[in-house]
């Protein structure tokens, strides 16, 4: 399981673009968002540079926790 912090999750649209992106990449993913302390974890077979380059991509640089 990854850990990301993530610093601008404002609202529940972004939340929702956050997994439809991760879904994306592995639809098998399981994905937890505590948008208020910005922590996404994802158990999924997707590497981690994976995730955070498709993060990134969307908008949503991240760190690893």
């Known amino acids: ?3 990301l912090k993530v610093t601008q999750i404002g609202c529940g649209s972004c939340v929702a673009k ?5 879904k994306a990449l592995d639809g098998s993913a399981e994905i937890a968002i505590d948008r208020l ?8 077979d997707a590497a981690l ?4 380059m498709k993060l990134n991509q ?8």
């Open 1 to 3: 399981m990854y850990s």
């Open 18 to 22: 956050i997994n439809n992106a991760l």
């Open 37 to 44: 302390a910005g922590i996404i974890q994802v158990k999924s």
């Open 49 to 52: 540079d994976e995730i955070r």
């Open 58 to 65: 969307i908008g949503y640089p991240t760190t690893v926790v």
